[in-house]
């Protein structure tokens, strides 16, 4: 998706008054499921994985099942108005930030954190992929040991 849901700029109503209007001009009713849906993820911060979406909307709206937040989540994806994040082993964690970004993912305490990069947003696709299909965007997701988890770890030995 193009402009206005791709950063975190913006404080959480205004983000969640924002997803209104972006549901509006994408042709999708908004629903209370929807709107509490996305306010969970602008308030759980990160990266959050379905289950932990759902355990908030439900404090908002506890009669709400986990298959209508979970069909909410891949509406929105499909729509390009959030993005799923998925690393080998691990539950599908979703992205309110759409913009152009990258992530560094803990290996230890599997924090994800965005981070902005103008040479890896200058890598472009290898020939070879264009023969396994059209790309539509590229990210880079760097692993490792996040400070605290190896500020820990000096502190420990």
């Known amino acids: ?23 509006r001009q994408l042709g999708l009713k ?52 959030i993005a799923r994040v998925a690393t080998p082993g691990e539950s599908a964690r979703f992205d309110a930030n759409t913009g152009r970004h990258h992530h560094f993912t803990c290996t230890q305490c599997g924090t994800m954190t965005d981070f902005l990069s103008q040479e890896l947003d200058a890598i472009q696709p290898p020939g070879e992929a264009g023969e396994l299909g059209v790309v539509h965007s590229l990210r880079v997701e760097l692993r490792g040991i996040c400070r605290k988890c190896a500020g820990r770890g000096a502190a420990s030995k």
Do not use: W
């Open 1 to 23: 998706m193009s402009g206005g849901m791709n950063g975190s700029e913006a404080g959480p109503g205004e983000r969640v008054e924002a997803f209104g209007a972006t549901c």
């Open 30 to 81: 908004v629903t209370p499921q929807r709107m509490e849906t996305y306010r969970a993820m602008i308030l759980a911060g990160g990266h959050p994985d379905a289950r932990t979406i759902f355990s908030l909307v439900r404090r908002r709206i506890p009669a709400i099942s986990f298959d209508t937040v979970y069909r909410t989540l891949h509406l929105l994806e499909e729509k390009g108005v």
